[in-house]
C-alpha cells in the first residue's frame, strides 16, 4: 500500500502570514500533487512535479508556490496567506503514466483567520 | 476545454436499490477516465478506472461504462449498501487529472 503523509493535519494561520505544509511519500513515485478541495468545486489541482527541483502550475496555481527538493518530499507554500485559502488540502503521488492511481495523503485543514 | 461535469451534489438512495451517478466530459482527445471514492474523515482513493480496449471496469460491485459517442462515464452498482454512503468524483486524464465537482452519495436504511 502506497504511504503518502502531511504535516501538519490541521493548522490555523493568521491573514498575511507565511504557511507552508509538507507532504512526504515513501514509494518513489515519480508525480506529486496538491490539491484543493472546497464543497461545491471538488478536488482542484494547484501545483504537481514529475521530478525533484521542478515543479509546473495546476489550475489554480494564483496565491501558491510549490517546492520538490527530493523526490520524496514536496511543499506547498502560502507566502501571504487570504481567507479564500481556507481549505482542506491533498498531497497524492504516482507513477508516470495514465492508468497509474494517485495515492492521495490524509489531508491539511487549513483555517486562515 | 477539457472538463468533467458531475451533474448531481446529491444522490440519497434506500438501501437494495441500483446506484447511477452521472458523469459526463469534454476532451479534445481520447480520455482516461477514473472514479475515486472519499468515505467521510478519509482520503479519496480510486475506485475504478476506463481502458482502451472497451472492457467494463469492476471493483466492489461498482462498474462504468466508457461510451465515447455521449462522453459519459457513469458509475452504476445494482443494489446500493449502507457503506457505499461517500463523496464520488469522476476524474479524466494523464497524470494530471481533473475532477469532477463530486457527487455525495447517501443511502439510508
Known amino acids: 500500500e502506497a504511504a503518502v503523509t502531511q504535516s501538519p493535519r490541521s493548522k490555523v494561520a493568521v491573514t498575511g502570514g507565511k504557511v507552508t505544509l509538507s507532504c512526504h511519500q515513501t514509494?518513489?513515485?515519480?508525480?506529486m500533487y496538491w490539491y484543493r478541495q472546497d464543497t461545491g468545486h471538488g478536488l482542484r489541482l494547484i501545483h504537481y512535479s514529475y521530478v525533484a527541483d521542478s515543479t509546473e502550475k495546476g489550475d489554480i496555481p494564483d496565491g501558491y508556490k510549490a517546492s520538490r527538493p527530493s523526490q520524496e518530499n514536496f511543499s506547498l507554500i502560502l507566502e501571504l496567506a487570504s481567507l479564500s485559502q481556507t481549505a482542506v488540502y491533498f498531497c497524492?503521488?504516482?507513477?508516470?503514466?495514465?492508468?497509474?492511481?494517485?495515492?492521495f495523503g490524509p489531508g491539511t485543514r487549513l483555517t486562515v483567520l | 476545454g477539457d472538463s468533467v461535469t458531475q451533474t448531481e451534489g446529491l444522490v440519497t438512495l434506500t438501501e437494495g436499490l441500483p446506484v447511477m451517478l452521472n458523469c459526463t466530459y469534454q476532451?479534445?482527445?481520447?480520455?482516461?477516465l477514473f472514479w475515486y471514492v472519499q468515505h467521510l474523515n478519509e482520503a479519496p482513493k480510486l475506485l475504478l478506472k476506463s481502458f482502451t480496449d472497451n472492457k467494463r471496469p469492476e471493483h466492489q460491485g461498482f462498474h462504468a461504462t466508457l461510451h465515447k459517442s455521449s462522453s459519459s462515464f457513469h458509475l452504476q452498482k445494482s443494489s446500493a449498501q449502507l457503506s457505499d454512503s461517500a463523496l464520488y468524483y469522476c476524474a479524466r486524464g494523464n497524470n494530471k487529472l481533473t475532477f469532477g465537482q463530486g457527487t455525495v452519495l447517501s443511502v439510508i436504511p
Open positions: 514509494n518513489n513515485h515519480d508525480y
Open positions: 476532451s479534445t482527445y481520447s480520455p482516461f
Open positions: 497524492a503521488s504516482s507513477w508516470t503514466g495514465p492508468l497509474y492511481e494517485q495515492y
